[in-house]
Nanobody, 125 residues
């Protein structure tokens, strides 16, 4: 699985932004996709994830209700829609993929072994 994230940029607090992650390679039913973010000196944080062929989506409490993950299978692209952005959302955002994740493991970044290159989101106050 190869992943390429895009769509980052500079926005103001309260704005919305949609990140894209182009997925190539195997996208079978056992593949899970996740979004993460990282700021300097901190661990990479899970934001949300779902199976490529499923519908259930899991979110971190910190973004639940503001961020939404969707998949366009025709375009082989995963999206992260981010609304009501805050300055503390400033980070490098990554998409990632893994095989064989289940509900109890989809939030575990150590389980993901395919990563995109990251895209920077900066939210000004």
């Amino acid at each position: 699985v190869q992943l390429q994230a895009s769509g980052g940029g500079l926005v103001q607090a309260g704005d919305s932004l949609r990140l894209s992650c182009a997925v190539s390679g195997s996208t079978g039913s056992s593949v899970s996709l996740g979004w993460f973010r990282q700021t300097p000196g901190r661990e990479r944080e899970f934001l949300g994830g779902r199976r490529w062929s499923g519908s259930a989506t899991y979110y971190a409490d910190s973004v639940k209700g503001r961020f939404t993950i969707s998949i366009d299978k025709a375009k082989n692209t995963v999206y992260l829609q981010m609304n009501s952005l805050k300055p503390e959302d400033t980070a490098v955002y990554y998409c990632a993929a893994a095989y064989g994740l289940i509900t109890s493991t989809i939030r575990d970044r150590e389980r993901y072994n395919y990563w995109g290159q990251g895209t920077l989101v900066t939210v000004s106050s």
